[in-house]
């Protein structure tokens, strides 16, 4: 994972901010802060803000209101939940985060429980199964007509 500057930061919290509507304040130390973001749990929309952390390295989505389930998450849960795709995916690429063998792994993933198989494939499945069966019979009488079995 890469380790984002203060101003990249900013950058990705900017994108977060306009999606929910928010307003850039002031600076706070070189960090901009984001207020009136429209909370994506309360949907209250004065409460809601993405504040630099004192050590400014990170950001925490934060809603003020008591009755709120957000309370205060960091921008990186804030992007996974409530980013829209195009956002998420910028800040995973600034990150380096890269799903391990996300396609190797849906490729080899197993149905579970009952088999999903198509109706064709096991069809077809079938199919094969009985001329198989048909033809170890005939090779069975074949071989009993010539006294070897
Ligand atoms: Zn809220």
Redesign the pocket.
Known sequence: MNRLDSYQLSVHASKLARELKGTRQKSNGGMPKFDNLE??????TK??GLIPTESRDNYRLV???D????NSISLNMAMEKYATHQTKSEWRDALGWRPKNEWHGIKHRRPRGKSQKSDATSFRESQQQRQTLQHLKLLRDFQRERGEW
Do not use: I, T
């Open positions: 909370c994506p749990v309360c949907k209250s409460c809601c809603c003020l209101r009755s709120c389930g957000l």
